[in-house]
């Protein structure tokens, strides 16, 4: 089946520092990727969506000067988390469609803890 | 906001036992999805039901789709151990996007 690789899986970094996420879907071409962030016990919530060869579309309340995301393949979207402050500690997933696929595939997720 | 709710948000159940999870959203939809989350980890895809649909099958799941009280739910039937994670169901409109439910705990006791 379709997989959809996402690392680091997890990452400590300290206040002020920039951590970059990667997406990859490993055997299908994905035009679209969705970036998501998920707080401990609670649902993701859809940060922004990833386009190839074109700017990203956020979610109200995203800022996008703190959350960059770079989509510049078929198979690689990467979100990167500026000037991290503690508040950005979280649960970061990404997803992607197949073509030939209803259901979304997901990445296992990145854990930031911002220090 | 888009976000679905699902109740209840924790289920503690013996192994044999069936679960029931349900999930009410507010706008309009293509289809509804179901998901399960094991702890810390992704997201696993379980189940697609479309808008003009209202029951789907797949293995032990079973899922029903309400559109005029805008909601739907999910049976586990003969639970097992391995069944314990969370479930979030997530609603796809017109917009190409997943909007995710608040999510159900499930714990099947062995």
């Known amino acids: 089946g379709a997989v959809v690789s996402q690392h680091p899986s997890w990452v400590i970094c300290k206040s002020g520092t920039s951590v970059k996420i990667e997406c990859r879907s490993l055997d299908f071409q994905a035009t679209t990727m969705f970036w998501y962030r998920q707080f401990p016990k609670q649902s993701l919530m859809l940060m922004a969506t990833s386009n190839e060869g074109s700017k990203a579309t956020y979610e109200q309340g995203v800022e996008k000067d703190k959350f960059l995301i770079n989509h510049a393949s078929l198979t690689l979207s990467t979100l990167t988390v500026t000037s991290a402050h503690p508040e950005d500690s979280s649960f970061y997933i990404c997803?992607?469609?197949?073509?030939?696929?209803?259901?979304?595939?997901f990445g296992s997720g990145t854990r930031l803890t911002v220090v | 906001s888009q976000q679905g709710e699902e109740d209840p948000q924790a289920l503690s159940i013996q192994e044999g036992e069936n679960a029931t999870m349900n999930c009410s959203y507010k706008t309009s939809i293509n289809n509804l999805q179901w998901y399960r989350q094991n702890s810390g980890r992704g997201l696993v895809h379980l189940i697609l039901?479309?808008?003009?649909?209202r029951e789907k099958h797949s293995g032990r799941l079973r899922v029903t789709l309400d559109t005029s009280k805008k909601s739907s739910s999910l049976l586990i039937t003969a639970s097992r151990a391995a069944d314990t994670a969370s479930y979030f169901c997530a609603t796809e409109t017109g917009a190409n996007n997943l909007f995710f439910g608040t999510g159900t705990r499930l714990t099947v006791i062995p």
């Open positions: 039901i479309r808008s003009n649909e």
């Open positions: 997803s992607a469609r197949p073509m030939d696929s209803y259901g979304y595939t």
